[in-house]
């Protein structure tokens, strides 16, 4: 199957020629594109699996790099590689937001530099490398665009859901478990509901544009609880 013109600019930009040139092609498709055509594939699924791929890569990065470092440390540097900003930002260095294939609605309202599309973009054109060409490739594409924001960690960031899982692991407590419980509005702007469950606690609810930033606004939630029950129990001491 021959490339697209314009997917070939892009096999270069992630130093990969694809046996397979539909992989990179439903990389760069977002669900509004299709139209309701079932034939038609888009990047779901492969930001699924892209997600895995990436997570592992960066995981064997970090330990390459900081062998003496602690596991808490490696924990805090691992999210902040792959976290939505990151993604976003190497997606923009890329300039993949040029190559998606997007409906003219999502497009007329800024679907080319949106940071849920980019990301989820991103997740999925590094599966499409995986599914191509192996771990290898998807790995050395990683390793290009991912070195320098490793190097320039300082200061592991910590969010609501790892502070979550620190309290959850500190408790003595199964790790947080976040699942969808809603979603509603149109492909190019829509609103999901996650909830996250503790072990022994009432779940939480958080809203947000995409999946990660409604998990981060339920486990922000969570921790708002938490917080005000254990100063409850400080005032009754």
Do not use: C
């Not at 040139?21 to 669900?31: F, I, S």
């Not at 620190?166 to 408790?171: P, S, T, V």
């Amino acid at each position: 199957m021959a490339v697209e013109p314009i997917l070939t600019e892009l096999e270069d930009i992630v130093g990969h020629h694809f046996a397979d040139p539909a992989l990179l092609g439903e990389a760069v498709t977002h669900a509004s594109f299709s139209g309701g055509n079932a034939s038609i594939g888009d990047y779901e699924r492969l930001e699924f699996l892209g997600d895995r791929v990436l997570s592992l890569v960066v995981a064997e990065l970090l330990m390459s790099r900081f062998p003496e470092a602690r596991e808490g440390d490696l924990s805090f540097r691992h999210v902040a590689l792959v976290r939505n900003e990151t993604l976003t930002k190497i997606a923009r260095e890329i300039g993949l937001g040029r190559f998606l294939k997007l409906s003219r609605g999502e497009e007329k309202n800024g679907g080319r530099d949106n940071p849920a599309t980019l990301e989820d973009a991103m997740e999925a054109v590094i599966a499409a490398l995986f599914l191509d060409g192996g771990l290898e490739v998807a790995e050395n594409f990683i390793t290009k665009h991912w070195t320098e924001p490793m190097l320039t960690v300082t200061a592991p960031p910590k969010d609501n859901k790892n502070l979550l899982q620190e309290w959850a692991l500190g408790a003595g407590k199964s790790l947080p478990a976040y699942r969808v419980i809603g979603r509603e509005g149109p492909d190019h702007e829509p609103l999901f509901t996650m909830e996250v469950d503790v072990v022994g606690l009432a779940p939480a609810v958080g809203e947000g544009p995409s999946k990660r930033s409604a998990e981060q606004a339920a486990a922000g939630a969570l921790l708002e609880w938490i917080s005000a029950a254990t100063e409850g129990d400080t005032d009754d001491g």
